[in-house]
Every structure is written in structure tokens, then in C-alpha cells.
Nanobody, 124 residues
Framework: QVQLVESGGGLVQTGDSLRLSCAASGRAFSSYNMAWFRQAPGKDRDFVSAISWSEDTTYYADSVKGRFAISRDNAKNTVYLQMNSLKPEDTAVYYC?????????????????WGQGTQVTVSS
């Protein structure tokens, strides 16, 4: 069992940066593959980025490539999402997710544990 708590969201302007954090409790965090998803009002939950348990593989949605960076600190049981050059279309609730299985990292159904989400709002 893993509990996930996101933080770091807020209201920013276009071009600003934010760093989201996801703190995990429970055992064996370092064995979980982690990801960030986001959901805007009235839309599906979309994949943003993922990182493997060993940190050697990362994935990004095309819409955030070159602007966002995912990382993890297994000693602190935390995964991060550095978001730069934010745009109004990045506005959404951002969710952290964890899974042990190996599969398509971009699919929400592949993940077993979810945080409660943190709101990111980018004004134009």
C-alpha cells in the first residue's frame, strides 16, 4: 500500500515556473514506477510524465516535452515535476500515480495508487 500526497500547485502567470512534489508513504517506494497526470475541467485525465523505479527511463507527453522535467529522490520517497514556461493550457489538477507493473506508462488504468491532486492555474 502506498499513500501519495501532492503539493506545490498554485496560481502563476504565463511563462512562470512551478515545482510539484509528491510525497509517498508506505514501504518500497523505490520499487514503484511513478507518473504525473493532469485533468482539466470537463476533460479526461491525461498523461504528463513518468519515471521508472530505477530512474533510468522517463517519458513525456508531447505537449510538455522540453518544458517539464520529472525526477525522483528515493531516499526522500518523493517524485517531482519541474514545470517551466507554463502556458494557460497547462491549467489542470495534477495527480501523482504509482504502479509496480510494467506496461504502457501513459495509461491511467495501469496505475494502482493515486494522490488527491494539486491545482495548477496559469493565467494569460
Amino acid at each position: 500500500q502506498v499513500q501519495l500526497v501532492e503539493s506545490g500547485g498554485g496560481l502563476v502567470q504565463t511563462g512562470d515556473s512551478l515545482r510539484l512534489s509528491c510525497a509517498a508513504s508506505g514501504r518500497a517506494f523505490s520499487s514503484y514506477n511513478m507518473a504525473w497526470f493532469r485533468q482539466a475541467p470537463g476533460k479526461d485525465r491525461d498523461f504528463v510524465s513518468a519515471i521508472s523505479w530505477s530512474e533510468d527511463t522517463t517519458y513525456y507527453a508531447d505537449s510538455v516535452k522540453g518544458r517539464f522535467a520529472i525526477s525522483r529522490d528515493n531516499a526522500k520517497n518523493t517524485v517531482y515535476l519541474q514545470m517551466n514556461s507554463l502556458k494557460p493550457e497547462d491549467t489542470a489538477v495534477y495527480y501523482c500515480a504509482a504502479r509496480r507493473r510494467v506496461g504502457d506508462a501513459t495509461l491511467p488504468d495501469e496505475y494502482d495508487y493515486w494522490g488527491q491532486g494539486t491545482q495548477v492555474t496559469v493565467s494569460s
